[in-house]
């Protein structure tokens, strides 16, 4: 056995986190690059150090891995003290980390297993032009670019669109996948931090604006949308106008890459990964899409699933190794539609033989009413308040064929809605909220690529329906539309975070001045509520105290800030049905897309991958 010192951290240095998944059992981690790389009974060398220091928490040995890698040893170094683990360890409150979490998972033995195919979720692929009446346009990045958005208001108001950002991808993330509970880190992984200084973001505009004194706010807005919002089929480009989504690790790294700290997607992620032993295309691969599509769309117009099977089938034959899908938000529903196309085509044998399983982070599984609001009121403006009005929200929205993916599904919804001068709510359908207030292409893109589309919600009886009411949500297991199915794979987690207020419902009631339109009415909050919901400015939130029903028994729950928490959680009622293993982790107060940079939700995902 090795002698060393570790009390004071003499020859080395000390490193330590605790680990939710053992019960806070402490691995000490002492690096020393002169020693060998033998495993060291931590117990039977230093007594003392045991007695001393944990004895409360009845650990019986710790094990210390001992590396002589001088590069690992000299990064850690750079960014901490040596500390006396006696004195921090009995403090009582949880360290910090010493080191980027994926630094720390390979020195304790973690590597590469399973390929990992990235799928975000709605808004988080970039966008890039490749035809455009703009020339200066042509292969730069529209989606989403603040600048490209609005200069002068962005250079004119850095503090508002700070703040702005922080929630954009948040919001648009928002819309843009055996039972524990964990509580969030007191610090985010490094390269996933929201919280950049306005210098930063004032800096980076400084550099990246050049302000174009003839051009107004509602010039540049014009512009922008003109290239974003697609043709009123829902699916074609306008004329002259080409953009196509960012391939690979780049197109879902980040939304703007000039404010990664803002719009963060699987970038924090992807960092970790790297440190572990990922490598670009071999075993690691961003699959981003056209969001704005609807999924037959995406495979008629830019063979999405086609290149999706290619890519899986080449990292898993390179690897030797079955291919994990890691999904965000609604880049679960991408990756269910295309285990049911594929399955469709080669068989479940190509599933079984290329897919180890699915990690389903904050899937919407049964829809997000949120996105339904800016639908009907353009009132969300998926976070661009400082840049856009609720009507070119609304009409922006309307134009994305991939809107309904996120309907509310799984049972007949309405919404409340009072008539002018009238003081009664009526339950009114989804067909007949969106056909009122001027939304008719949209439902009819419903109607047509999703409700009677085989591998959605097309009718199993082989019937064509003309509303979502036609479907009788309480069928059997065996008669189920393939979109309440769970996915054709054996493994399944399911990732979420929990207990944030989340819209459920809303009250609408006719604008007083435009007419077929429709606002939220802040009367309502008048309205007495029950089971623990609430309702603020026209919306109806489920809270922590709601009671919601998961198996026949009954929990105060709510969801992400984003998605119901009975839609993150409806595949748990298929827990223990045979060929589909369920496991399910509930982050505490974790929101929709923060929980994209959550080190727990890392730690997880490559424990996973790597097989442990």
């Known amino acids: 056995m090795a002698t060393f010192t570790p009390v004071d951290g003499t020859g080395g240095v000390v490193f330590y986190r605790i680990d939710y998944k053992t019960n806070h059992y402490l691995k000490l981690?002492?690096?020393?690059?002169?020693?060998?790389?033998?495993?060291?009974?931590?117990?039977a060398d230093c007594p003392f150090l045991i007695e001393k220091t944990f004895t409360d928490q009845k650990v019986s040995h710790i094990t210390y891995i001992i590396t002589e890698a001088e590069t690992e040893l000299e990064l850690l170094k750079a960014k901490h003290k040596p500390v006396n683990p006696i004195r921090d360890l009995n403090v009582g409150i949880k360290p910090e980390l010493s080191m980027r979490l994926g630094i720390e998972k390979k020195i304790l033995g973690c590597k590469p297993k399973h390929p990992i195919a990235l799928v975000p979720g709605f808004g988080a692929t970039g966008l890039e032009a490749w035809e455009s009446p703009e020339e200066e346009w042509i292969r730069q990045r529209i989606w989403l670019s603040f600048t490209k958005l609005g200069q002068k208001v962005l250079s004119e108001r850095i503090t508002s669109a700070t703040e702005s950002m922080r929630g954009i991808v948040g919001s648009m993330g928002n819309?843009?996948?055996s039972f524990?509970?964990?509580?969030?880190?007191?610090?985010?992984?490094?390269?996933?931090?929201?919280?950049v200084p306005i210098a930063e973001v004032t800096e980076t505009i400084e550099k990246e604006v050049i302000i174009d004194e003839s051009i107004t706010p509602e010039i540049e807005r014009a512009k922008w949308l003109k290239h974003l919002m697609l043709s009123p089929d829902g699916r074609s480009d306008p004329k002259g106008i080409k953009v196509r989504p960012i391939e690979g690790l780049s197109g879902v790294d980040y939304v703007d890459t000039n404010f990664k700290g803002l719009s963060y997607v699987f970038g924090p992620i992807i960092r970790q990964l790297i440190d572990v032993g990922y490598v670009n295309n071999s075993n690691l691969q961003g699959f981003g899409y056209d969001w704005r599509l609807d999924p037959q769309a995406l495979e008629e117009r830019d063979g999405y699933f086609t290149r999706m099977k290619h890519g899986v089938e080449g990292m898993r034959e390179i690897s030797g190794e079955k291919v994990l899908f890691v999904t965000h938000s609604m880049g679960y529903k991408v990756v269910h539609y295309f285990?049911?196309?594929?399955?469709?085509?080669?068989?479940?044998?190509?599933?079984?033989?290329?897919?180890?399983?699915?990690?389903?982070?904050?899937?919407?599984v049964l829809g997000a009413p949120?996105?339904?609001?800016?639908?009907?009121?353009?009132?969300?403006?998926?976070?661009?308040?400082?840049?856009?009005?609720?009507?070119?929200?609304?009409?922006?929205?309307?134009?994305?064929?991939?809107?309904p993916w996120l309907f509310p599904i799984g049972k007949d919804y309405h919404a409340n809605v009072v008539e002018k001068e009238k003081t009664e709510y009526q339950l009114t359908k989804m067909r007949e909220l969106l056909m009122s207030c001027g939304a008719k292409e949209t439902?009819?893109?419903?109607?047509?690529?999703?409700?009677?589309?085989?591998?959605?919600?097309g009718d199993v009886k082989k019937r064509k329906l003309d509303d979502s009411s036609d479907i009788d949500w309480n069928f059997q297991e065996n008669s189920l539309p393939l979109a309440l199915l769970p996915p054709p794979v054996s493994k399944f987690y399911l990732i979420n975070g929990v207990n944030l207020e989340t819209e459920v419902n809303f009250y609408f009631r006719s604008h007083p001045t435009s007419i077929g339109d429709l606002m939220l009415?802040?009367?309502?909050?008048?309205?007495?509520?029950?089971?623990?919901?609430?309702?603020?400015?026209?919306?109806?939130y489920e809270t922590r105290d709601t009671m919601q029903d998961m198996n026949g028994i009954s929990i105060p729950k709510s969801g992400d800030g984003t998605v119901p928490y009975e839609s993150l959680n409806y595949l748990r009622k298929f827990h223990g049905k045979p060929g589909f293993q369920l496991e399910v982790v509930e982050l505490e107060g974790a929101q929709h897309r923060d929980i994209l940079h959550y080190e727990e939700l890392c730690d997880i995902l490559i424990d996973i991958s790597s097989g442990r």
């Open 180 to 195: 524990v509970s964990r509580k969030p880190s007191d610090k985010p992984m490094e390269s996933g931090s929201p919280s």
């Open 339 to 364: 285990l049911n196309w594929i399955k469709e085509k080669k068989g479940q044998k190509w599933i079984d033989k290329n897919v180890e399983g699915i990690v389903a982070i904050v899937p919407p």
């Open 29 to 43: 981690l002492w690096v020393n690059p002169k020693l060998g790389k033998p495993t060291v009974n931590f117990a």
């Open 443 to 457: 439902w009819n893109h419903f109607k047509n690529y999703y409700l009677n589309n085989r591998l959605y919600l």
């Open 521 to 540: 009415d802040v009367n309502a909050d008048k309205l007495l509520n029950s089971n623990g919901n609430k309702i603020k400015n026209g919306i109806l």
């Open 370 to 403: 949120k996105l339904f609001r800016s639908l009907v009121s353009g009132e969300l403006k998926l976070d661009l308040d400082i840049f856009l009005s609720e009507i070119e929200s609304r009409d922006m929205s309307r134009s994305f064929g991939s809107a």
């Open 175 to 177: 819309f843009l996948g």
